[in-house]
């Protein structure tokens, strides 16, 4: 997937122009930024694999898409798993040109009462999922000279208080990223880190249960408090992969806070100890355990996860 990765700005119709016919993965496809990337990147005329734990809303998201797509249900910590779904779309519809680890949840409230199994689970999704998801299609990307995608957050510049396992897990995947990008150059595959600041998903909105976590958000200037929609981040992820960016920036101002991240752990660590000596303890011990819809369905699964193309209908029709 040859893409010039110098513009200012790619409009909807140069990514048609050159997504078109290319076969993009995107995990934790079911809801929030993973279900509008797809629908995006199925605008502009991607064959779409939407990979996730949760059927129904994979169903739901896959009626979206305009472009012919595949939904499978897998687990990104299931290794052999991922490895049958990198299988199934490769002999579907080819080699993968672009796959986006985007899989994550999230669990808040103080480290020592958060549950050591849900603490390493976060780790599980968030860190090892992403390598997962790398190991079971990078083959495809080296065919397809492609752009490996990491989704990131601003959470690796400055770790909050009270998010220990999700601050950890994208500092994690973000160091993970930048040394893939060095094996991988040779092979013509791109690796790109998407930070995502506030964006509007069930997994935010849960973030204002812990007063600490509330009153972080609250002392950011206003910029950087705004909430931005999937469907606005997913526009931006579009461009930046369009250009196979190395960094894509959601909201774009985030590039010029690059040089400032030697600041941000003081910063971030002086407003938390300030709020917490406002909060009585019993507060200050509250969890509010996994975040969002998506984290409490895999935190609390219900079906089988085989890796296998879910039953039904497949396979959807391009529209």
């Not at 991607?46 to 169903?59: Q, S």
């Not at 893939?180 to 600041?197: F, N, S």
Request: aromatic share 6%.
């Amino acid at each position: 997937m040859q893409i010039h990765p110098r513009r200012a700005v790619v409009d909807g119709s140069v990514a048609e122009t050159r997504l078109r016919g290319r076969v993009a993965v995107v995990t934790g496809a079911a809801r929030g930024v993973g279900k509008a990337l797809a629908r995006r990147l199925s605008g502009a005329g991607m064959t779409v694999a939407l990979l996730g734990r949760e059927k129904e809303t994979l169903f739901q998201a896959a009626a979206e898409l305009s472009s012919e797509s595949i939904c499978i249900e897998v687990d990104v910590t299931d290794r052999a798993a991922l490895a049958r779904a990198a299988q199934r779309v490769g002999e579907q519809f080819g080699p993968a040109s672009v796959v986006v680890a985007n899989a994550g949840i999230a669990a808040g409230g103080p480290f020592s009462s958060c549950d050591p199994d849900l603490w390493r689970r976060v780790i599980e999704v968030n860190l090892v999922g992403a390598a997962n998801t790398a190991r079971a299609f990078l083959p495809q990307l080296a065919r397809s000279r492609g752009y490996f995608l990491q989704i990131a957050s601003t959470a690796a510049f400055g770790s909050a208080p009270m998010m220990s396992a999700y601050c950890a897990s994208k500092s994690g995947a973000e160091s993970f990223a930048l040394a893939l990008r060095g094996e991988v150059e040779p092979d013509g595959v791109t690796v790109g880190i998407a930070y995502l600041h506030w964006t509007g998903t069930d997994m935010v909105a849960d973030l204002d249960l812990h007063p600490v976590l509330r009153a972080l958000r609250a002392n950011q200037p206003g910029p950087a408090r705004r909430v931005h929609s999937p469907e606005r981040v997913a526009d931006w992820l579009t461009a930046g992969i369009t250009r196979r960016s190395h960094q894509i920036y959601a909201p774009p101002w985030l590039r010029y806070c690059q040089p400032l991240r030697p600041l941000f752990p003081a910063v971030v660590g002086h407003i938390a100890r300030r709020e917490m000596r406002k909060l009585p303890l019993e507060e200050l011990r509250s969890a509010t355990g996994v975040m969002g819809d998506g984290g409490r369905a895999d935190w609390n699964p219900t079906d089988g996860r085989t890796g296998a193309p879910l039953d039904g209908d497949r396979t959807t029709p391009p529209r």
